[in-house]
């Protein structure tokens, strides 16, 4: 079974930058694609950003230029660069692996 723990989430100020990290156990990122998704409250949950089992990235267009995802396949963890954040960043963020999904980090953007 595949259990994954977000860590990184936070309060800042918009523009300032947190690092989200998802840490995977009964599974493999470098086999599988894996999933950034983000809840904020009264919406869906979206994708904000992925990796393919090759490395490839994948952004959604409203954090293109300002977020990075990443992996270190040794520790088996999945990052999330997050720059330049905004008010409309603030969120609970989660990963996804092989359909399974961590509890979520939170993260909120404000003044």
Known sequence: ???????????????????????????????????????????????????????????ADSVKGRFTISRDTAKNTVYLQMNSLKPEDTAVYYCELQSYWGQGTQVTVSS
């Open 1 to 59: 079974q595949v259990q994954l723990v977000e860590s990184g989430g936070g309060l800042v100020q918009p523009g300032e930058s947190l690092r989200l990290s998802c840490a995977a156990s009964g599974g493999s990122f470098s086999e599988n694609a894996m999933g950034w998704y983000r809840q904020a409250p009264g919406k869906q949950r979206e994708l904000v950003a992925g990796i393919t089992g090759y490395g490839r990235p994948i952004y």
